[in-house]
């Protein structure tokens, strides 16, 4: 599978959609980018320098600082596949943020969500 065109899509290009997502189940911006960090250990400034700076997501996962090392511990079905399957690791990340993201719109709680 070519994933080559979600690897070079903005980050910001998709960041906006993640917050509306958010929004309409009644959760907050300040929910998505709390995710966000958790999961690629950016900070709330270097989050926003990234979204200025139209970072693609190929850059954007692999500039992160660290990912979470709780990341193992997401799974479940997302886009029809299992995240914990996914071989491509830079897809499997994507798609970790996807599932969170979702996560989120879905009610859980943010201690569920960040693994606590």
């Known amino acids: 599978m070519d994933n080559s065109r979600v ?5 910001a290009s998709v960041y906006p959609h993640y917050i509306r997502k958010a929004e309409r189940k009644g959760r907050t911006k300040a929910e998505v ?6 999961l690629t250990g950016y900070n709330a400034k270097t989050l926003q320098q990234h979204i200025d700076q139209k970072t693609d997501f190929e850059n954007f996962f692999a500039q992160a600082p660290q990912l979470n090392p709780n990341v193992s511990k997401i799974t479940g079905v997302i886009c029809g596949y299992r995240v914990e399957e996914i071989e491509d690791k830079l897809m499997q990340k994507v798609r970790y943020l996807d599932k969170l993201i979702d996560e989120l719109a879905k009610g859980k709680t943010m201690d569920k969500i960040l693994r606590k």
Do not use: A, P, Q, R
């Not at 980018?33 to 958790?38: F, K, Q, R």
């Open 7 to 11: 690897y070079k899509m903005s980050f």
């Open 33 to 38: 980018d709390e995710i966000i960090c958790w």
